[in-house]
């Protein structure tokens, strides 16, 4: 098996993490030619591999999309032979990644000060429930402590009934991208000669934090709070909301301005009612919420979803259906774009990279795979091992794989 071209062809990621964060920063990685080398524990590996829906093989789905394009190597790295195994690998590596708790690498004697002996240029990315450092260090943490804490769950929902999650792991998703961000800034200062490696430091909250945004200024800065609006969005200047179709399809529609707004409103009431005075500012439109939302909403419901949608279009307003997985797989847009892809002689698809790029794209090289540390020989033949020594390490469970 050879790593592919890529625009990150010559990095070597080490990837330590399990479950979903620090599994997604590799794959985001590895999509772009990363020489990605997963390290599971023999015996046992990722409990991602159970975590989803088997696919027509026995695979994890989960396990399918984020073990992509990865090497997989078992390795017990708590023992001396294991941890000898781990040095050779940091050595040629440019990235480490993991998702331990705060102060597991220290008592294995992997502390980054250690890491950093081995190869002072490596970056090394550390993701946690509540990052390294603060009085809740040392706190478990799972992505939906991080969507509470991160004011997501209490954004979510209808204003009179519980805060709820999102309908996918939103904390350890965002993660994971920003894990992978942070990780090509700190190699770039490396390459600059701004700074040797560096520890990226994650708190598992921050990354939904950051992509709120809004909430933290608008409380300080305008004195309000940011709470649950149902299907309306949480800026009741522009109109918006979700609505139900006659045909029982869901339709949702925004506006960004006045201007866009009144769009909408022309659409749905004809344009004396959208060029009335109090349609030509977002003022206006706060004012009259109510009215424009209850209006929208009996719009819709007279018209199938996509004969509403077609109306909406048709006077350049921004309206779209609320689609299903398998609305998903069928839209001719997300075909055109490539969006969903497989590799030959497997029928599960999964997302294609994003974002594209135009001369050195990402690509499915193949999916995760179901044996434990499929590559364990391989890697350490690359890193010098002979026959006779990856044998011993195998017999003493130090490592495991399939190709004995």
């Known amino acids: ?11 070597r990621v080490i990837e330590m993490g399990h479950v979903i964060a620090a599994p997604m920063c590799g794959a985001l990685l590895s999509d772009f030619g990363a020489d990605v080398i997963k390290i599971e524990r023999p015996g046992q590996g990722d409990m991602l ?6 696919t027509k093989d026995g695979v994890g789905a989960w396990w399918k999309t984020l073990a992509r394009n990865k090497r997989l190597v078992a390795l017990d790295w708590k023992t001396d032979e294991g941890r000898e195994v781990l040095r050779r690998l940091v050595e040629n590596a440019q990235v480490l990644i993991e998702n331990f708790r705060p102060g597991v690498l220290e008592r294995a004697g992997l502390a ?12 090394i990315v550390r993701i946690s429930g509540y990052g390294q450092t603060g009085p809740r260090s040392s706190w478990p943490g799972f992505g939906r402590a991080g969507e509470a804490m991160s004011g997501l769950a209490h954004m979510t929902g209808f204003a009179d009934n519980a ?8 904390a350890d998703s965002t993660t994971g991208l920003m894990a992978a961000y942070g990780a090509m800034m700190a190699l770039h200062a490396v390459q600059n000669g701004s700074a040797r490696g560096q520890v990226v430091d994650l708190a598992i909250f921050e990354p939904l934090l950051r992509l709120i945004d809004y909430h933290v200024p608008t409380r300080t800065g305008a004195g309000l709070p940011v709470d649950r609006n149902g299907l309306q969005s949480p800026n009741s200047y522009a109109p918006a909301g979700v609505f139900r179709a006659r045909d029982g399809k869901w339709v949702t529609i925004s506006a960004g301005s006045a201007a866009t707004g009144r769009r909408l409103l022309e659409a749905a ?4 009612w959208a060029d009335q005075p109090q349609f030509q500012s977002l003022e206006g439109f706060a004012e009259h919420m109510d009215e424009i939302v209850d209006r929208l909403g009996a719009f819709v419901a007279q018209h199938d979803a996509q004969k509403a949608i077609d109306i909406f279009q048709a006077h350049d307003a921004v309206a779209a259906m609320v689609y299903d997985v398998d609305d998903i797989l069928a839209d001719p847009q997300i075909a055109a774009r490539g969006d969903i892809v497989g590799v030959e002689g497997d029928d599960t698809k999964v ?3 994003v974002p594209k790029l135009d001369k050195t794209p990402g690509r499915l090289r193949w999916l995760g795979r179901s044996e434990l540390g499929a590559d364990s020989r391989a890697v350490l033949e690359e890193l010098g091992y002979d026959a006779g020594q990856i044998d011993a390490l195998a017999d003493t469970g130090i490592i495991a794989g399939p190709d004995r």
């Not at 098996?1 to 990095?11: A, H, K, Y």
């Not at 591999?49 to 088997?54: E, F, G, I, K």
């Not at 980054?112 to 970056?123: A, K, R």
Request: proline share 16%.
């Open 49 to 54: 591999r159970a975590l989803s829906a088997r």
């Open 112 to 123: 980054p000060e250690v890491l950093h002996e081995w190869n002072p240029d490596l970056v």
């Open 269 to 272: 009431g004809g344009k004396e």
């Open 163 to 170: 805060p709820m999650h999102p309908g996918f792991p939103a």
């Open 1 to 11: 098996m050879t790593i592919e071209d890529g625009p990150l062809s010559d990095l």
């Open 351 to 353: 997302v294609g990279p």
